[in-house]
């Protein structure tokens, strides 16, 4: 009984330590899947900012090329705390 003992022990430790690494992978993995959504949030949140912006300034006689430029440029000043506007 005692070789069982001494078997089940470290069996049971590294079974153990198995399910804390799975775990800690599982919430890695949960919080990439998180900034990836961020981000994709961002991004889509830019391109509209960027159309609409641009249109506007299209409506106000400002050429389509120099109006998407005029208007990525002010996203980077308003929203440069974002990763969309490092794009």
């Not at 198995?18 to 991004?43: H, I, P």
């Not at 900012?49 to 506007?56: L, P, Y």
């Amino acid at each position: 009984m005692p070789d069982f003992k001494r078997l089940v022990l470290p069996f049971l430790l590294l079974v153990a330590l198995g399910l804390t690494g799975c775990s800690s992978t599982a919430r890695e993995a949960r919080a990439e899947r998180k900034k990836d959504v961020a981000l994709e949030v961002e991004e889509s949140f830019r391109q509209r900012w960027i159309e609409q912006r641009a249109a506007a300034l299209v409506n106000r006689g400002v050429s389509p090329d120099l109006a998407r430029a005029q208007a990525i440029e002010e996203f980077r000043l308003n929203y440069g705390y974002t990763r969309a506007a490092e794009r």
